[in-house]
């Protein structure tokens, strides 16, 4: 029987022990006013972005219940992976993959963020694992506006340039490998066109290998938007 868990990836990067917690808090930036002789209202307004914050252990040496996607790494080299993800300046893709006994998903968490803070912490009684806090905000695209004013007896004319996120395409999905997959399967479920299949291949090449032929059941592979 499959047992329950948890995949964390930060950008491609698998956590190789998920956390025991996380937490998501959804802001909104409602505002509560008082008026003369009626007391306060509230002025609502579009959601907030959201906040992520968790803790997880990073490992010093391998473990048997530790995952490694691409063979075993030491902490030294999430330590770096971490601060390149804050250092580029970049909004990154965070997963959560939540699986259950009989292949059973409830929800997953597939959002574009920043990195914000991490925070590591040694203790001795851990030995020589690390501790790393993590906290994350919702990243969104943005434009901005163009205005040309003509002055004279035509009205002044204003040509908007539509934000970023008008036409920006949805996040990519992500898709737990089953026997008997393949991805021309796959890629006519989601595309409904199996020849798109290197889409989905050029996207996962770190997972899949050199051979797009060979998937293994539990693979977890992103699927891009198209």
């Avoid at 307004?45 to 391998?62: H, S």
């Avoid at 434009?143 to 007896?153: A, H, L």
């Amino acid at each position: 029987m499959a047992k329950s868990g948890y995949d964390f990836y930060l950008k491609k990067c698998l956590l190789p022990v998920p956390p025991s917690q996380l937490t998501t808090k959804i802001n909104n930036d409602n505002k509560t006013v008082t008026l003369i002789d009626q007391g306060e209202i509230n002025i609502l307004k579009k959601a907030g972005l959201t906040d992520i914050e968790f803790e997880c252990m990073i490992p010093q040496v391998k473990y048997p219940f530790a995952v490694y996607k691409s063979g075993f790494r030491d902490a030294a080299y999430y330590l770096s992976y971490f601060e390149s993800l804050k250092l580029k300046r970049k909004p990154f893709q965070f997963i959560v993959c939540r699986k259950h006994p009989g292949r059973f998903h409830s929800f997953d968490t597939n959002m574009k963020v920043s990195m914000e803070d991490y925070k590591i912490t040694e203790d001795a009684k851990n030995g020589f694992d690390l501790t790393v806090k993590i906290q994350l905000k919702q990243w969104r695209e943005y434009g901005t506006k163009e205005v040309d004013v003509t002055f004279g007896e035509e009205k002044p004319k204003v040509n908007e340039t539509p934000r970023d996120t008008d036409n920006a395409p949805p996040p990519p999905q992500t898709y737990t490998v089953v026997k008997g997959d393949c991805l021309w399967k796959i890629a006519k479920m989601y595309y409904g066109d199996g020849s798109k299949y290197p889409v989905i291949y050029n996207a996962n090449r770190d997972v899949i290998g050199g051979n797009p032929n060979l998937i293994y059941p539990g693979q977890v592979l992103t699927i891009p938007a198209i």
